[in-house]
């Protein structure tokens, strides 16, 4: 039997490439829209080395609805499309705040372009990428779906809001359609092959893509922003949740969808364990057994002190929890810098 196809808008960006792995080890063929407009080509290449044959790409301007037509039907030409992993967007906070048309009309717009388009083509399985950005900084920690969603910090953050506010209010009408969201806590690390992993292309403004180039020696030494935060030793805690898992969780919700029809579910994905930047700074060096070169400087606008996630909605609805450990998204992450340094 022919594999079913999911399309990946944003397919060669992070989180998408490992995804596409995921998708293909899972038994689905991944299909590719991307327009490289925040990746590079060669990332199919890596994809490539791990899965054995390069993924379908149709190089697609998500914003543009006759784009997605087009290739939504020479996709479908040749098999069934079970559903549509939405990834393509800008997710640079601070960019946002002086770009924030941009993100207005490439986040919202291509989200409003690919609902007509999936409708028009009768695919009514989506998933979306979200971010735990929509909670702010929430009252009780760990942070679960109920907790409520906050006015948005940034445009980058509003726009996460407002797809998944436009994508429920798309299912609460008549449209048939079937979506998970999903709000990401903090994805690191790379595949383990370090084929494929994150490629800021410029100044990285994340923490880990930051780190493991200034311990390459590629950038100064890493600001830590801010020691006088009300946490145990002073820094920010998040969740830090390796990119293989991650991209379980896509294949996850796949699954659910396909026998969970007419439904719409957010989902929170995260380890349930709140780090600190000192505490994944050592581990970092623990797990590397190199020094990583840092000072702590002035506290950086909008960063809530400390959120991780309450998980449990997603082990209990999708079957899926976080296998590996800090340590190894910190080991995968070093490995895919050295491969990088290396060239
Ligand atoms: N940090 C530093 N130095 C750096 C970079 C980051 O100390 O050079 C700290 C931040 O202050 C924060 C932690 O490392 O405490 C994590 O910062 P990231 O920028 O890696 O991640 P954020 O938690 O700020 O951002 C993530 C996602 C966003 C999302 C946001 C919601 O990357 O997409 O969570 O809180 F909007």
């Known amino acids: 039997m022919a594999k079913q196809k999911v399309v990946v ?3 060669a960006g992070y989180i998408g490439s490992h995804t596409v792995v995921a998708l293909h080890e899972a038994g689905f063929s991944p299909v ?16 490539a080395r791990i899965i054995g044959e390069k993924p379908q790409i149709f190089e697609v301007d998500c914003r543009s609805k006759a784009e997605l037509a087009q290739a939504i039907e020479a996709c479908a030409s040749d098999g069934q499309i079970a559903g549509v992993i939405h990834f393509a967007a800008f997710k640079a ?15 919202i717009g291509s989200t409003v372009s690919l609902l007509e388009a999936m409708t028009a083509a009768g695919i009514s399985n989506l998933v979306f990428s979200s971010s735990c950005t929509v909670y702010g900084q929430p009252d009780a920690i ?7 969603i906050l006015p948005a910090e940034s445009p980058y953050g509003y726009t996460k809001q407002a797809c ?22 903090n994805p690191i690390g790379a595949h383990p092959s370090a084929a494929i992993g994150e490629l800021p292309l410029g100044h990285p403004n994340n923490l880990i893509p930051y780190l493991t180039q200034a311990t390459a020696g590629k950038r100064g030494p890493l600001t830590v922003f801010g020691n006088d935060y009300p946490t145990e030793d002073g820094t920010c805690i998040r969740d830090y949740i390796h990119v293989m898992d991650l991209a379980r969780a896509h294949v996850a919700s796949i699954h659910w969808l396909l026998s969970n029809p007419a439904s719409c579910e957010a989902f ?7 780090k600190s930047v000192s505490q994944v ?3 970092f060096e623990k797990a590397n057994g190199i020094a990583v070169p840092y000072s702590f400087g002035p ?32 080991r995968d992450a070093w490995k895919w810098q050295q491969k990088l340094t290396e060239g």
């Open 268 to 274: 929170n994905l995260g380890t349930g364990e709140g």
């Open 93 to 107: 906070v601070g960019e946002s705040t002086e770009r924030p048309l941009d993100y207005f009309d490439n986040n």
């Open 299 to 330: 506290r950086r606008a909008g960063d809530v002190t400390a959120i991780f996630a309450n998980a449990g909605k997603a082990e209990r609805a999708l079957g899926w929890k976080c296998e590996l450990s800090l340590e190894e998204a910190l």
């Open 9 to 11: 808008t944003g397919g």
């Open 142 to 148: 760990p942070v679960d779906e109920q907790a409520p």
């Open 281 to 283: 700074i050592a581990a």
């Open 164 to 185: 998944e506010r436009l994508i429920t209010d798309a299912f609460n009408s008549s449209m048939p359609l079937s979506a998970c969201l999903l709000r990401y806590f």
């Open 32 to 47: 590719i829209f991307d327009n490289f407009s925040n990746s590079k080509p060669e990332v199919l290449d890596g994809i």
